[in-house]
């Protein structure tokens, strides 16, 4: 229990049932307060890829290792995590946080990787790098992404996540591959892994 009470204090974790909600710092910096009317501001509005840094992480795992002086955070088994409608599978999660222990700098995911982003892609890998700065993620090795019937292959793929763009790279064995397929009226699906667990994709 020890590395679970750890997390719950450094990351403002709530823990129930083996899984972790990771709040950004700022959810937890003042107690809540009545709304008020919404005042006009000539404030710019927040940027859409701030909105997405800004919204809480839930995971869960069959086991959790928190590494409070590493600042790191180990969740193995049955890795489910999610944000912001973006969901991600894997066998083992490395999440690094930063000096105060109360932000996500990076995860580090490997073993039957899955992703699904908020705008239906499905991508599966080797490995999985997550940067929550600039909200991307690698996929390395064996990379592969379909968007509804289309698919593109390479050594690794690069989404960003506040975009609607990626980036595909061949390695030293493989070029880039893409299939796009036209939309038939019969309604032919392509061969994209069936992906178990809630996410926003028909």
Do not use: H
Not at 16 to 42: E, M, V
Request: charged share 30%; hydrophobic share 35%.
């Amino acid at each position: 229990m020890r590395g679970t009470r750890v997390l719950a204090v450094a990351l403002a974790a709530t823990l129930i049932g083996g899984s972790a909600l990771l709040f950004p710092p700022d959810a937890l910096a003042q107690p809540a307060k009545p709304k008020k009317p919404a005042a006009r501001s000539d404030a710019p509005a927040p940027k859409p890829e701030e909105d997405e840094k800004n919204q809480p992480v839930t995971v869960d795992a069959d086991q959790m290792e928190s590494m409070q002086k590493e600042g790191l955070v180990i969740f193995t088994g049955n890795v489910v995590a999610r944000q912001n409608n973006s969901v991600q599978y894997a066998d083992r999660t490395e999440v690094y946080l930063d000096p105060k222990g109360d932000r996500i700098i990076r995860t580090v995911s490997v073993g039957n990787v899955r992703i699904i982003t908020k705008d239906c892609r499905i991508g599966t890998a080797k490995r999985a790098e997550y940067y929550d700065a600039e909200q991307r993620v690698v996929l390395i090795g064996t990379a592969r992404v379909w968007q509804e019937d289309n698919v593109v292959t390479g050594d690794r793929i690069t989404i960003y996540l506040a975009e609607e763009r990626s980036v595909v790279q061949s390695g030293n064995q493989e070029r880039v591959k893409a299939v796009f397929y036209p939309k038939s009226p019969d309604g032919r699906k392509s061969d994209r892994p069936k992906v178990s667990g809630p996410f926003p994709c028909p």
